[in-house]
């Protein structure tokens, strides 16, 4: 984990195409890793600030443009040796260097992100206060024990309650398909010792078969492992969270047979490798170019069966009883919004106008209502909603890009420039309420304004660019 965010050294060097025609070349030199993208006669050079990943299966890249960190849409393959498209971008025509990065993402890749509230991907500087995950990620606050060094002075997973012990690992190692967090709280509010639902609660897909990368926690604990543990099976059972040296299969084995070793018949090779047969590797529906260890631990070998239908949303854990609606129906509307699922977002928009009624200030819900109208194509109702939002959290940049876009869907093109203005005088890259802008001045007939507003975007963007399209 110490490895999970670096500074780039001297990074391997390397080029390819994707199906667009867009070419990207990746170059360490004297200005650091550079990494060059050519479409349609535009050529766009970035240096990447950081690598996130530890490089055991991949290697993926931060561009920081000022205050802001986006995503390069670069990622190297250790096995493979070579750099292709980063996970996710394998389905979009024409990949760029605009994805933000935001606070949630970084988390789980580094030891703590400055992350300026009200915004997507700005940070304060130095960006990290810790680069690499560092000792509290999963022991908690170390001042009392750096001050006396004795047990009991940190937090020791492994002594914790099952569902504390396993939130350590959850916070990162099981990603759902929606994280919701409670009123008031921030992802970095969790803290070891603490169960996750007391800051957010994560929920599944309750069919879904698919394998994906950051689901290990979800595998486990599908595994007959596990369930016939009593509780007692867990991330640390079989990973030393502080290994003198990589992993061995044979340690691997040794923690299967320390369960198994009496019950099986002398014709089974559990001598060799437990591992290889019942937790294969696998190619990940999210996991780029590269496979993962399968960790439902399954008797034999078998082919993947595809996904199930994912309308269906259960919470990992429950959270407080008062909590239960409101998490459930945000869940269903980052869902629907994020798979493009209209029966998810009507599900979670039905059952948050009940919410309202006994929470009318939650941010959350009201935002979450004002994003389900405006995909259901009523902006005046959903300029409602945001408005709301907007009086609640005054300079929010996210708030007033809301309102203007709702303004902007609504013809009312001169009240959504007022709000776009403000959106990106707060945060002057985020780009998708300059854009929105842009399309505010054109409605206005002010074309040199959107002009204007194109042409620093792209300046801003471009750092080492030249022509860098704005999207």
Known sequence: MAVSLRRPAKEADGAFTVSSGTRFTIHTGAGGLLQRMESDGQTSEYRAAYVIGSGRHASGYLIQVGAHLFQSPVCYYTKRRAYDLAPGYERITAPDFTRPVGEQCLLCHSGRPLHVAGTPNRYAPPVFAAEGISCDRCHGPVEAHLGQPVPGSIVNPAKLTPAARDSVCEQCHLAGVARVLNPGKAFEDFRPGQALEETFTIFTAGG??????????????QSMCARASGGKLWCGTCHDPHPAARPSAAIYNSRCQTCHAAALPESHPAAKD?????????????????????????????????????????????PDPALQMRNLALAYVEAGVSS??????????????EVEKTSPNDVAVLRA????????????????????????TPGNATSEEDVGVACLEASQADKAVLH????????????TAATALEQAYRHEGRQDRAEALANRI?????????DVPIH
């Open 208 to 221: 879904g078969r698919g394998f994906r990368v950051i689901s290990h926690a979800e595998q486990l604990a």
């Open 420 to 431: 776009l203005e403000r959106a990106i005088a707060s945060d002057p890259l985020l780009l």
């Open 340 to 353: 493009r699922s209209p029966a998810q977002i009507v599900r979670g928009y039905r059952m948050l106008t």
């Open 274 to 318: 437990c591992v290889s047969c019942h937790m294969t590797k696998k190619n990940a529906r999210d996991g780029g170019h590269t496979a993962f260890t399968d960790h439902r631990i399954v008797r034999r070998p078998a082919a993947e069966l595809p996904d199930s239908p994912r309308d269906e949303l259960v919470p990992w854990r429950s």
């Open 458 to 466: 792209r300046r801003e963007m471009s750092g080492q660019s030249r």
């Open 369 to 392: 209502i004002g994003r389900s109208l405006l995909l259901g194509k009523q902006p005046s109702e959903a300029l409602r909603a945001f408005q709301r939002v907007l009086a609640l």
